[in-house]
């Protein structure tokens, strides 16, 4: 599903944006996304199919296909198509249901819109039936449920089909020793919930899809942000590959700095792959899931060569540098298609990450440098947070990745009862090259 036009706000619904979409030469019909030329009766039964699925759009004035040179956005007349739509949706559902719809105008004074359909199945009920069928969505097309289907749709309790579009993740934990005493100066999590197709409801991870996601992180922006992270403190590094507990079901690839003991590993990061068990997949919407943990042992690192751990911080740039690589690592398209592959899914499912958790083995005021920031008196600690995006940002474009990014380190700040971060955040980004 595009995440961003999915919940943008109907005012941020721009004719631009629609164009940018239909524009880009990957973007075709799936699972959660259809071009209409214009109105016909099989876009009720797309609209009845993708509220008994993952729901989706619908965009009506776009071409699915177009000769290479030709504008693929060729509008429609909006009140006549809603009206349309409207009518068809009272008359041919059972139940009665319709969807949201929302007219975007041409800017060129020609009174032509694209609208837009979004298929919320949270609102949906639960079989829609169109001449007493129940149509389904499969890889850009539409079917019918078979028997197994329909009971599984029947027996749905409210919104069990809506997935949390990324959000939902587990907090994570600081390692510790033996003593009990945390090992870790932090941990920065992030990471997607997402379906999973018929396949990857019962078969089990292949070593070969394991190793490509592996090569496909490897080739992201997450190992660059992880290295700088380290401020010179890596020599030497381990890219990710099958570590620890791998199990049919369950894959764990890890990434780590490699150095001289006591602290063998001043950064790593593990990416887990999580299917639901072979004995929960009769649930009628399985959920995959992916973690990122990045854990940072930079001050315990600084402390065993005998510096002071207490003057090393992190200074912010680091971490707007890891944040970045962390989000464009989970939209990066390598990266996506071999995680759409494992979940069998179509990669316009794969959602973009929506939260973010960090906790810290110390008050966050005292993890970061200084320099440009003032504690408030009085202000309490706070040793992380969680963060949640803002779902109208496709993180896919540099400059929205970016704002996000601004975002959740002014949080952090607020939280941490910091003042200047908004400051710091703006000298930061205007002392660097646009985002790329």
């Known amino acids: 599903m595009n995440n961003s036009l999915f919940a943008a706000s109907a005012a941020d619904l721009t004719i631009e944006r629609v164009?940018?979409?239909?524009?880009?030469?990957?973007?075709?019909?799936?699972?959660?996304?259809?071009?209409k030329r214009e109105y016909s009766k099989s876009l009720l039964t797309t609209i009845a199919a993708m509220a008994n699925t993952y729901g989706g759009l619908i965009l009506v004035g776009v071409n699915d296909k177009v000769e290479p040179g030709t504008d693929r956005v060729v509008g429609t007349d909006a009140q006549e198509t809603i009206d349309k739509v409207a009518s068809g949706c009272r008359e041919k559902f059972d139940p009665p249901w319709e969807p949201t719809f929302i007219p975007v105008p041409f800017d060129d004074g020609s009174g032509l819109s694209v609208v837009v359909i979004r298929v919320d199945p949270s609102t949906a009920p639960r079989p829609l039936l169109i001449d007493l069928k129940a149509p389904i969505r499969l890889s850009g097309q539409n079917s019918t449920a078979d028997r197994d289907r329909l009971l599984r749709l029947a027996r749905e309790e409210p919104s069990a089909n809506v997935l949390p579009m990324g959000q939902g993740l587990m907090a994570s934990h600081l390692n510790s020793d033996n003593e009990g005493k945390p090992t870790d100066d932090f941990v920065l999590r992030t990471g997607i919930n997402l379906p999973m197709g018929e396949a990857a409801a019962w078969r089990?991870?292949?070593?070969?899809?394991?190793?490509?996601?592996?090569?496909?992180?490897?080739?992201?922006?997450?190992?660059?942000?992880?290295?700088?992270?380290?401020?010179?403190a890596i020599d030497q590094f381990m890219g990710f590959r099958p570590l620890g507990h791998n199990r049919s079901r369950t894959a764990r690839l890890v990434w780590q700095a490699v150095n001289r003991a006591p602290v063998e590993h001043p950064v790593e990061a593990i990416v887990t792959v999580s299917l639901p068990q072979i004995h929960d997949s009769a649930s009628a919407a399985p959920v995959a899931s992916i973690t990122v943990d990045v854990i940072s042992r930079i001050c315990r690192y600084a402390g065993s060569l005998g510096t002071m751990s207490s003057e090393h911080h992190y200074p912010v740039p680091d971490l707007a540098i890891l944040c970045d690589g962390l989000l464009k690592a989970l939209v990066d398209p390598r990266v996506v298609a071999e995680i759409a592959r494992i979940a069998d899914i179509d990669t316009v499912l794969v959602a973009q990450p929506r939260e973010l958790h960090l906790i810290a083995d110390q008050p966050v005021v005292d993890l970061l440098s200084s320099t440009g920031l003032q504690e408030i008196p009085g202000a309490g600690a706070s040793f992380g947070g969680t963060f949640r995006a803002n779902p109208a940002l496709d993180l896919r474009v540099p400059a929205e990745r970016q704002e996000q990014v601004d975002d959740w380190l002014r949080q952090l700040g607020l939280d941490a009862g910091l003042s200047g971060m908004e400051t710091l955040v703006e000298r930061y980004r205007a002392t660097t090259p646009p985002p790329a």
């Open 19 to 35: 164009r940018a979409l239909a524009a880009r030469p990957d973007q075709v019909e799936s699972l959660t996304l259809e071009f």
């Open 204 to 232: 089990p991870l292949s070593e070969r899809s394991v190793d490509a996601l592996a090569q496909a992180l490897n080739g992201s922006a997450l190992p660059g942000a992880l290295r700088n992270l380290g401020q010179g």
